[in-house]
């Protein structure tokens, strides 16, 4: 009787065993799954250029971006925080907040022409710029940093020193970086809104092809 019972006693046990595996490995399998189907977040933080100034609201180039992802079948959401005239001061205290709430996967940096606007010194411009970067990447999130050009009229040294800037930062922090938002946009008037400042609908499409190849590595596309 004693054997029998000890036999029944191992057969329980190696049971539980089994069992407890096979639990185990569901809920891995469960928790792959559902960290594979969560749909990445991507924050846009910016200014008027992708605030949709002046153009009907979902013409923008971040809506744009929303179906050109579903387009590619990526699972993503994107999150305009972008205010117009908004500065890199302003986008730094902002940020801290946006991260919390969103817990972003991507972050997009698209600041710093309103500071040129109002004559604010580069270094204190680099330094805001600077900061968004080291909190987005506290919060485990990407970054792309969005490279802006001024007018030649602010001078030859500011404005070379202004564009040569992003490029540092972007150097530095080993961060993908698109050269010029406005490339094939500033020269042609055609494509600007009446005040000849910002983008029109037409050229949302254009300013959505000068950062798509520099975000795609970032949603996981080659």
Known sequence: MQGIRARKSTTVAALWRTGARLLAGV???????SAYSAPKTLLVLGDSLSAEYGLERGRGWTQLLQQRLKENKVDAVVMNSSISGDTTIGGKNRLPA????????????????????RGLQLKTTQDNLQAM??????????????GMQIPPNYGPDYTRRFSDMFQALAKQNKAPLVPFFMDGIAANMELFQADRIHPNEQAQPMLLD?????????????
Do not use: Q, Y
């Open 133 to 146: 970067i080291d909190a987005a990447r506290r919060n485990k999130a990407k970054v792309l940093l969005v």
């Open 27 to 33: 809920a891995l399998a469960l928790a792959a799954t």
């Open 98 to 117: 946006l991260l919390e709430k969103n817990k972003p996967d991507v972050v997009v940096i698209e600041l710093g022409s309103n500071d040129a606007l």
């Open 210 to 222: 000068n950062v798509w190849p520099h975000l795609k590595p970032l949603v996981g596309l080659k």
